[in-house]
């Protein structure tokens, strides 16, 4: 879960002339974090989310930009607001859609985030809602590549912390991949993150 460096490197060439104000500076804040510049990103996506209060891309990656720099801090202070941050922008978008698999995703992951930061304190607490949602998202979406993997991922973390045998995870691995490999994303500002994360962990099965 520390490799989240990779999605904004993969996000950042996206062509923004002749395009709409939103389109714009959704690329200026893309190519922000590209850039490692996570508070100017956050900010500008938080800007673009109180004009653009029906889409909810601006919210998710205000939500994604902090909870996935969460996991490369080792402040606790630091990670405490970033993932405070990421759940506010997130809760704006739930509450009008409570349904949507990305945002589900989205959740497991700052629930995921959480545990990495205290195990000890919300492991318990946290890894079945994580499992919920997860659930949930693939009962809703079950060709949606982040879905397959993000459950894959937890599950396979959780089965290396208890010493479990990961096998069986390995082939949902690989159907992550699968669906990677036909996903299309809507528009060139919709989730489409994973595919190399998902590929590193079927290499490590290998």
């Known amino acids: 879960m520390r490799k989240f460096i990779v999605l904004a490197i993969m996000l950042v060439g996206l062509v923004t002339y002749g395009q709409t104000a939103f389109e714009k500076g959704m690329?200026?804040?893309m190519s922000l974090w590209g850039e490692g510049k996570i508070n100017e990103a956050s900010a500008m996506f938080e800007r673009i989310a109180?004009?653009?209060q029906d889409n909810w891309l601006p919210n998710y990656y205000v939500a994604l930009v902090n909870t996935t720099a969460s996991f490369t801090m080792?402040?606790?202070t630091?990670?405490?607001a970033l993932l405070k941050k990421a759940q506010t922008a997130l809760?704006?978008?739930l509450k009008k859609q409570p349904n949507h698999p990305e945002l589900l995703v989205m959740q497991a992951m700052i629930h995921t985030a959480w545990i990495n930061f205290d195990p000890m304190t919300n492991g318990m607490k946290l890894s079945g809602p994580v499992m919920e949602l997860y659930s949930k998202a693939e009962a809703l979406a079950p060709e949606n590549p982040r879905v397959v993997f993000g459950k894959t991922e937890f599950e396979m973390g959780s089965a290396k912390f208890f010493g479990t045998d990961i096998k069986p995870l390995c082939a949902k691995?690989?159907?992550?991949i699968e669906l990677f490999a036909t996903f299309k994303a809507e528009t060139a500002f919709h989730p489409s993150w994973g595919q190399d994360r998902a590929q590193a962990m079927v290499a490590a099965c290998k």
């Open 27 to 29: 690329g200026k804040a």
């Open 50 to 52: 109180t004009v653009e």
């Open 74 to 76: 080792k402040d606790k």
């Open 78 to 80: 630091q990670i405490d």
């Open 91 to 93: 809760d704006v978008e």
């Open 173 to 176: 691995a690989e159907k992550a």
